[in-house]
């Protein structure tokens, strides 16, 4: 089974706070992803990953950068914490080629106060 | 604990045929149910459900819920080979607003 790991569950930051949301994967998969959930509004790309220090912004890239520097790895990094980047943060990974399955970690929520 | 369990998790048909797919749950405190299809790159939502009974439709999809059954299903009539994807229910939660996620369907429409 393929597991998608973030490391922290729970977070609670000051604004203005450089912020790091880490997460692994242990199936070497080519792309992986980052999302943000929030009541109401779904699920909402904020960067993904196809290649190891390869990126592209999703839907809403503002305040958010990304590092990959091993396949296995994707960071989400939010150079200056505000509150309107409170919610719940979802990474994700999936394989290259025909299968296209999405595998999602558990989640961080991350709270800035 | 929480849980989202989609059928079928394969279904193969052809172009014409009408499909439906299954979500049923059981969620401490619901909120919404939302459905995305998902292919190459990211999940593209569809429906968001929040009320029993009141079906949504985009084109050829639609969707309903029935709260007091805790499942939704999602149709797809004059299946489309762009149709083939994998279709992903999800629950959200009132309490801690968490959103968990189904293990998808897997809809293959051959020509």
């Known amino acids: 089974d393929v597991k998608v790991t973030q490391s922290s569950r729970y977070l609670v930051k000051r604004t203005g706070e450089k912020v790091f949301l880490e997460c692994v994967q242990d199936?070497?998969?080519?792309?992986m992803f980052w999302y943000r959930q929030d009541p109401g509004l779904g699920l909402r790309l904020i960067y993904f990953?196809?290649?190891?220090?390869?990126?592209e912004k999703g839907d809403i890239p503002e305040g958010y950068s990304v590092s990959r520097e091993k396949k296995e790895r994707f960071s989400l990094i939010l150079e200056s914490a505000s509150t309107n980047q409170t919610s719940m943060y979802l990474c994700a990974s999936m394989g290259s080629g025909a299968k296209y399955s999405l595998h999602f970690g558990n989640g961080t929520r991350l709270t800035v106060t | 604990e929480d849980k989202v369990v989609q059928s079928p998790l394969s279904l193969v048909v052809h172009e014409g045929d009408t499909v439906t797919l299954n979500c049923s749950y059981e969620v401490t405190n619901f909120r919404s149910l939302l459905w995305y299809k998902q292919e190459k790159k990211a999940p593209t939502f569809l429906f968001m459900l929040?009320?029993?009974?009141i079906e949504k439709k985009s084109g050829r999809l639609s969707s309903i819920l029935d709260k007091k059954e805790l499942f939704s299903i999602l149709n797809i009539t004059a299946t489309q080979t762009g149709d083939s994807a994998i279709y992903l229910c999800a629950v959200e939660a009132l309490n801690n607003n968490d959103m968990r996620f189904g293990a998808g369907t897997r809809l293959t429409v051959k020509p």
């Open positions: 199936m070497d998969h080519e792309n």
């Open positions: 990953s196809y290649d190891v220090k390869m990126k």
């Open positions: 929040t009320s029993s009974g």
